[in-house]
């Protein structure tokens, strides 16, 4: 919350194609995905292995989100925003992540993941937050 309350429209991207807002909005994308506001298209089985291998590798070796990742389609945030709007958008949807996080009621499966646990979103969740708020350098 404190990060992202650090985000000002003149925060300058470090690297990628989107501004401080589109970003915001994107982050707001992925929380809303456990959710269940968004759904995400089924993947074939190749990039679900490579998605399951990754989430392990990712909590192994405790590693970062490359940047430049390829995304969803859905996921991507190529138009205009409201830096405002997106902040507040953004606060409200991780309050509400939290707290289906402390109720308990993720789901417990992610289409390109797989099996998931609290843990496992938490984890992913907070590694995509922070690599996006380190994007902006807060």
Request: proline share 4%.
């Amino acid at each position: 919350m404190k990060r992202i309350s650090n985000l000002s429209e003149n925060s300058q991207k470090r690297w990628g194609k989107m501004d401080v807002c589109q970003m915001m909005r994107h982050c707001n994308y992925v929380l809303q995905i456990p959710l269940g506001k968004i759904e995400l298209p089924p993947v074939n089985a190749l990039f679900k292995t490579i998605g399951i291998i990754t989430k392990i590798e990712m909590q192994i070796f405790n590693n970062g989100i490359p940047r430049n990742m390829p995304t969803f389609q859905k996921l991507i945030v190529n138009f205009e925003c409201d830096f405002n709007d997106e902040k507040e958008n953004l606060l409200k949807t991780l309050d509400e992540y939290r707290n289906t996080f402390k109720q308990g009621k993720l789901p417990d499966h992610h289409v390109l993941f797989g099996k998931m646990t609290e843990k496992d979103w938490g984890f992913l969740e907070y590694k995509h937050l922070h690599h996006h708020l380190k994007q902006f350098n807060v």
